[in-house]
């Protein structure tokens, strides 16, 4: 930072007392990829974006300290526009390691909550209910805990004893004994700390286990022989706590959030029919009595408004339609927007900027880009039509192309209101169809079109009388 700034943001912020911070600085060797753990997707978005989500419900994204190393830049990127601070831990030598590297950022709050930017289940309520817990109980370290049917493979939690609240140590899977492994009550990877505490006492981690890292779960055992409070608040929400270590367990949060999705539509008025075949992801908004048939998938930042009815095997990405728009199956859209009544597909394909007016009719094997399709149109089969203006009340013939690109730039094609465009045609951009004018099928039309003209671009038809009849005779003469 350079020195005598006259604004320090962080210092003329007044101390604020809760800190989130997320770790997410891991490689993810387990998953065997070369991406970053916290950046493969679950419901359509990266299992750290829904960490940050959760978070930013708690406290303002200041105050949120996401921890990266492994691809720090590309982790940085894709939390940039949610505003959260980023700390660095340049080698990844542990979970305890990464809270000694944000002592600095943390150094002015009261308490911090740890979350694990590879556990994205984790809710709002259960995380105040944590902090709260941890302020009651006067500890120095709160962990969120859970008791799971198969707990393999997650650090168990050692009380005191039963009953007590006090916890005596974590013990990670690694390192327990064939007893502790018995243990089903899980340390979920979410703690509260005292900051002040965490930071006097961090110190006093070693390396000395198996992977030679600094385990943050032994803060327990390290606040324990110092006689400070250790005490575990189990969630009756066992799947909340759920990590993604492994590919497996990634499809399978996956799987649970998206059904999750599906039945929060469907108390706000949408029909799914077999949701468990439908693929929507987080974002996307659905009105009520829009019916969504089997195996539909809904991505991105889609809004689909109320009456509409989506057909089986249409994937629809970032798209916006209006009310009682049908999609017919086998529909593909990317980046459309669809305005009311309009019927699209079956097998239509829109890319992105295709604007499809009120009325609209699109049909089977019609590919569009970048294109505004009037009121009440149609292009009912087999067409492109791409960087087109398209006014309202025209008929596209089966068969017509816009010719957009010569080879090196793309141009533009006008088709005023009321056009009739014959089957076959081909429209070579940059060209004009005036208003109400026809243009005749198979015609190539190179030439703009004035209002209310037919254009004809084709060969004339010559027809040859008799010549059949006499190709037939000569061929049975020769045979003789
Ligand atoms: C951790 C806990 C385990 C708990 C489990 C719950 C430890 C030692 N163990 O195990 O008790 O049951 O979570 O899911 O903490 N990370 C860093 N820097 C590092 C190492 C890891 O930021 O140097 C991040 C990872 O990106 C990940 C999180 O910390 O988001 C947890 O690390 P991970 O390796 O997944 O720990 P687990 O083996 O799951
Ligand atoms: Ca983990």
Redesign the pocket.
């Known amino acids: 930072m350079p020195k005598g700034r006259s604004k320090n943001p962080r210092s003329s912020r007044p101390a604020s007392r809760l800190a989130i911070a997320i770790?997410?600085?891991?490689k993810?060797t387990r998953l065997k990829s070369r991406h970053p753990?916290?950046l493969h997707e679950i419901g359509g978005k990266p299992i750290l974006a829904h960490v940050i989500t959760t978070a930013r419900e708690i406290v303002p994204p200041a105050d949120i300290f996401v921890?990266v190393?492994h691809e720090a830049e590309r982790v940085r990127e894709a939390v940039r526009d949610s505003g959260v601070s980023v700390v660095v831990?340049a080698e990844?030598?542990?979970?305890g390691?990464?809270l000694m590297t944000a002592r600095e950022a943390l150094a002015p709050y009261e308490q911090v909550i740890v979350l694990?930017?590879?556990?994205p289940l984790i809710t709002a309520n259960t995380i105040r209910n944590l902090s709260a817990f941890h302020q009651d109980q006067k500890a120095e370290m709160t962990l969120l805990s859970a008791n799971l049917e198969k707990p393999s493979g997650?650090?168990r939690v050692v009380r005191k004893t039963a009953r007590s609240p006090e916890v005596r140590a974590?013990v990670?899977e690694k390192a327990a004994s064939a007893a502790q492994k018995k243990i089903q009550e899980?340390?979920?990877?979410f703690y509260a700390f005292s900051v002040p505490a965490l930071y006097r006492y961090i110190g006093e981690l070693s390396a000395s286990n198996p992977h030679r890292?600094y385990?943050?779960?032994d803060m327990a055992s390290v606040f324990h022989r110092a006689h400070k409070r250790v005490v575990a608040m189990k969630t009756a929400n066992a799947t909340e706590?759920l990590?993604s270590?492994t590919r497996a367990e990634i499809v399978d949060l996956d799987a649970r959030l998206r059904l999750a999705k599906c039945q929060q539509l469907m108390k706000e008025g949408v029909t799914i029919f077999y949701p468990q075949t439908c693929v929507i992801d987080c974002d996307v908004q659905i009105g009520a009595d829009t019916v969504i048939e089997p195996f539909v998938q809904l991505r991105g930042k889609t809004r689909i408004a109320g009456d509409c009815r989506i057909g089986s095997y249409s994937v629809i990405k970032d798209s916006e339609l209006a009310a009682n728009v049908t999609i017919h199956p086998l529909t593909v859209l990317d980046g459309a927007r669809i305005e009311r009544n309009a019927v699209v597909g079956p097998f239509s394909r829109m890319r992105p900027g295709s604007e499809i007016g009120e009325s609209a009719h699109v049909g089977n094997f019609v590919e569009t880009k970048k294109i505004k399709l009037g009121k009440g149109s149609k292009a009912n089969h087999l067409a492109y039509l791409g960087d087109a203006e398209i006014g309202e009340g025209v008929n596209v013939g089966a068969g017509t192309i816009t010719c957009n690109y010569d080879g090196m730039q793309k141009h533009k094609t006008v088709i005023e209101d009321g056009v009739f465009i014959g089957s076959d045609s081909t429209l070579v951009a940059p060209v004009k169809i005036g208003r109400g004018s026809y243009v005749a099928a198979a015609s190539c039309i190179t030439d703009d079109v004035p209002a209310d003209a037919l254009a004809l671009g084709r060969a004339r038809q010559t027809t040859k009388e008799g010549w059949a009849a006499a190709r037939r005779a000569a061929r049975k003469a020769a045979e003789k």
Request: proline share 0%; glycine share 22%; charged share 15%.
């Open positions: 770790m997410a600085a891991g993810g753990k916290v921890i190393g831990q990844q030598r542990g979970t390691h990464a694990s930017g590879d556990a997650y650090g974590i990670e899980i340390n979920s990877g890292e385990y943050l779960t706590v990590g270590n």
